[in-house]
């Protein structure tokens, strides 16, 4: 099936939450396929990419950083993106909310919680986020929307659905503790998408089910 094709199935599965589509390693052309058949929001992994793709495709996506970001690439990224989805520490939040000051800009970021407790993932844990979350909330010019989490890989969806439980649990903890409204869960990829989405996503983060497999060769 094509982009547009792939793309209506995959809207149509992730309602009511709003689709990401991760155009990550893709070409522009392939971004350009997608946002003709009227997707808006892309996600990509590297910094890199954003810059790239951003200045030749059209001007109103809204590009997203899913992926780990350096403190170097900070101040590269900003201007391009509408919202961090991987802010795993304080002092990564702390280095946004200045350059953002000083770019004189606001950014909406979500804090990456590495709720399966994988090695092999970034992200606050439950406890760290905790201890941290005062202090990246009264950050200026950072706007704290929500929670992200990428749950250790398992192929059966079924596996990860106590991850995305305890995310939201998470979420409405802190949002009730601190008064806030914390709107968004970034969880769910192809796989897992409508499991994530019933246990509150309102951000599915989905690739391969939209471009196809990736071929890394």
């Known amino acids: 099936m094509s982009i547009a094709e792939n ?4 809207q149509a599965a992730t309602s009511p939450a709003t689709l990401v589509a991760v ?25 890199q990419e954003i810059l790239e793709k951003a200045p030749v495709l059209p001007h109103d996506i809204e590009w997203h950083l899913i992926g780990h970001l350096q403190k170097n690439k900070i101040r590269k990224v900003l201007p391009h993106c509408a919202m961090i989805h991987s802010v795993d520490s304080l002092a990564l939040a702390a ?3 200045r350059i953002a000051g000083e770019l004189e800009m606001e950014c909406s970021i979500l804090l990456q919680v590495n709720i399966s407790d ?7 844990t439950a406890a760290s986020l905790r201890e941290a979350f005062a202090e990246i909330k009264a950050l200026p010019n950072v706007n704290v ?3 992200m989490t990428v749950p250790k890989f ?16 998470l979420r409405d903890e802190l949002a009730s503790e601190y008064g806030l409204t914390l709107p968004h869960l970034s969880m769910g990829m192809s796989h897992d998408a409508k499991v994530a989405v019933e246990e509150g996503a309102t951000l599915v983060r989905v690739g391969s089910s939209i471009f196809g497999k990736r071929d890394y060769s």
């Open 7 to 10: 793309l209506k199935t995959v």
């Open 23 to 47: 155009s990550k390693t893709w070409p522009a052309e392939d971004v350009q396929e997608a946002y003709d058949a009227g997707q808006r929001i892309f996600g990509e992994n590297k910094v």
């Open 95 to 97: 280095q946004i909310s």
């Open 118 to 124: 994988d090695e092999a993932k970034f992200g606050f």
């Open 145 to 147: 929307e929500g929670l």
């Open 154 to 169: 398992d192929p059966d969806p079924e596996a990860v659905r106590p991850a995305f439980a305890a995310l939201r649990e």
